[in-house]
């Protein structure tokens, strides 16, 4: 049987500039918070990546040869600013000529603004707690669509502000690596912040385009089903899926997650007067990322610190995955995914949703000339179908974009976790289209599966 996809879905892969580019210095680029964070941890480095800032014209070849009309990637504040604030013409062309690139092999260019690459200089004066970011982003963002805007219509101000936030400043374990659970919250706002400038920046600057944000989600599932239980899925869910989503859609930050997080004492007096109503611009669409779902339990004494990372979480903890697990130890339940788009459909009053990530990675390797990830096919048709379900049940969903187009650097994990639809040997960089890119090409020829 096929699962047909309604007419004009839109297909796509995604990748992130820090995560493919390489050439971290060329052609004027300045340092960002992964670069002295990888430097100062002896972490694996974005240098050389993919080669992918040299190699833009290959890879959008491999898209072309597979078919694939949407392609989502995110541009380096640093490259185009590389103290934060002055524009570095040579930076800007790499983009353009990215953008024309696309087009003349009939693929629409989606552009996300900021996907964790802050320039080192701006963390230098206090990095996303500081508001002033705010406003450096909104001028960064105008200068980007001053370029580009004449060709690309769909543009995402930020990629999931709760692990910008939340893993640079609450654990650290992301750059730029700081541990202080009050400032990650002010960073959390602060980002939010931003993302309502920039969206007010992009469309005071005419033309017809899309604005959306892309939010991280993460089900949470408990094994009881009691009161207990029940509290501490509240609190996980709220600090994961609710910070963002509602002071986005206009609610402002909910009641019980203000009280969850109240012994911090940050995140209140950080709200300025108007500040709701900036981060409340419309949306025209809201950009999803799915993995996998979260498990919680309650601590006993709810004014125990919970054990799970996030910042200021209090009274629960979560549970280890079970079930088949990805490499990177993540949970898979599609499932899960259909209730999410089912819940943001009731819960966003409508607003169109657009997947901008999902994916897995696995262990791959090339036999003969071949990849066959088997286990990643059968993820993605797994949770293909599972959107497809929540579509047939009335959740208004226009796209997909497959994270990710490339092998990459996967953040902390350096180059241990692979989730391309395409191979690289990061040693000669060749390219190996998997059997998941093909399978997924079919996917996207057929508009179903
Ligand atoms: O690689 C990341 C991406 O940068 C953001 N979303 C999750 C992906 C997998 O961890």
């Known amino acids: 049987m096929t699962l047909g996809f309604p007419d004009g879905f839109r297909w796509g892969t995604a990748t992130a500039a820090y995560q493919i580019e390489g050439s971290t210095t060329a052609d004027g680029r300045g340092p960002s918070i992964w670069d002295t964070f990888t430097a100062r941890t002896g972490l694996a480095t974005g240098d050389p990546a993919c080669d992918h800032y040299r190699r833009y014209r290959e890879d959008i070849g491999l898209l072309s040869e597979l078919g694939i009309p949407y392609y989502r990637f995110s541009v380096a504040w640093s490259r185009i600013m590389p103290d934060g604030r002055t524009v570095e013409p040579r930076g800007l062309a790499f983009y353009d000529r990215l953008v024309d690139a696309l087009l003349e092999n009939g693929i629409t260019p989606m552009v996300t603004l900021y996907h964790w690459d802050l320039p080192e200089a701006l963390q230098a004066e206090g990095g996303w707690p500081n508001r002033e970011l705010a406003d450096l982003f909104a001028d960064y963002a105008l200068t980007v669509h001053k370029v580009l805007g004449d060709r690309v219509q769909q543009w995402t101000t930020i990629n999931e502000p709760f692990c910008a936030a939340f893993i640079g400043y609450g654990n650290g374990d992301h750059a730029p690596g700081i541990q202080d659970e009050g400032a990650a919250l002010v960073a959390g706002h602060n980002l939010l912040l931003a993302h309502g400038k920039a969206a007010q920046a992009l469309r005071s600057d005419g033309g017809e385009q899309e604005v959306s944000i892309v939010l991280n989600f993460a089900p949470v599932l408990t094994d009881v089903d009691d009161a207990a239980h029940r509290e501490a899925a509240r609190r996980f869910d709220f600090l994961h899926n609710r910070f963002f989503l509602d002071p986005l859609l206009g609610r402002g930050y909910p009641p019980e997650l203000l009280a969850d997080l109240a012994h911090l004492g940050t995140l209140e007096p950080a709200i300025a007067d108007g500040d709701l109503e900036i981060i409340a611009q419309p949306l025209d669409v809201l950009g999803v990322n799915y993995y996998a779902p979260a498990r919680a339990v309650p601590l006993e004494d709810p004014e125990t610190d919970s054990n799970c990372p996030l910042p200021g979480l209090r009274g629960m903890d979560v549970q280890p995955p079970r079930g088949e697990l990805t490499s990177l130890g993540w949970e898979q339940r599609p499932e899960c995914f259909t209730d999410l788009l089912l819940w943001l ?19 791959d390797e090339v036999v003969e000339g071949r990849v066959h990830d088997e286990k990643r096919v059968r993820y993605f048709a797994d949770h293909l179908a599972a959107v497809h379900a929540a579509i047939e049940r009335g959740a208004d ?12 650097f996967e953040w902390a994990m350096g180059y241990t976790q692979r989730f391309g639809l395409v191979h690289v040997d990061f040693e000669t960089q060749e390219r190996v289209l998997k059997d998941s890119a093909l399978f997924y090409a079919d996917v996207v020829a057929r508009n179903g599966l």
């Open 345 to 363: 459909q009731g819960h966003c009053g409508g607003l169109p949703l657009v997947i901008a990530e999902n994916g897995a990675a696995f262990e």
């Open 397 to 408: 969903v226009r796209g997909y974009m497959a994270w990710s187009l490339l092998d990459n």
